[in-house]
């Protein structure tokens, strides 16, 4: 997977159970974008490029987990990405 893909995958997961848990939208606050080292490896190349693809992704995945989190949120339990 791509930092893109690891972030927005990351993203959705977070979005989702902050809006689940009636949290405001927030997705600095997350511990996955202020790190956005989800899925990296040495291979990828430079940490810092990675993590700018990752909190690309992460944003665009906040705000979809958050905006349709029933969509990724059954039982209680929410699930990373599509």
């Known amino acids: 997977m791509s930092a893109y893909d690891n972030g927005f995958d990351d993203g959705v997961y977070t979005g989702a159970n902050d809006a689940r848990r009636g949290q405001s939208y927030d997705p600095e606050r997350s511990h ?3 790190e956005a080292t989800g ?3 040495s291979g990828y190349g430079q940490r810092s490029i990675y993590q700018d693809a ?3 992704g992460f944003l665009k995945g906040y705000d979809e ?3 349709n989190w029933q ?3 059954v039982g209680g339990i929410c699930r990373r990405g599509p």
Do not use: E, K, L, P
Request: hydrophobic residues 15%.
């Open 32 to 34: 996955f974008y202020r």
């Open 39 to 41: 899925g990296y490896n």
């Open 54 to 56: 990752y909190r690309d």
């Open 65 to 67: 987990g958050f905006r």
């Open 71 to 73: 969509r990724y949120c």
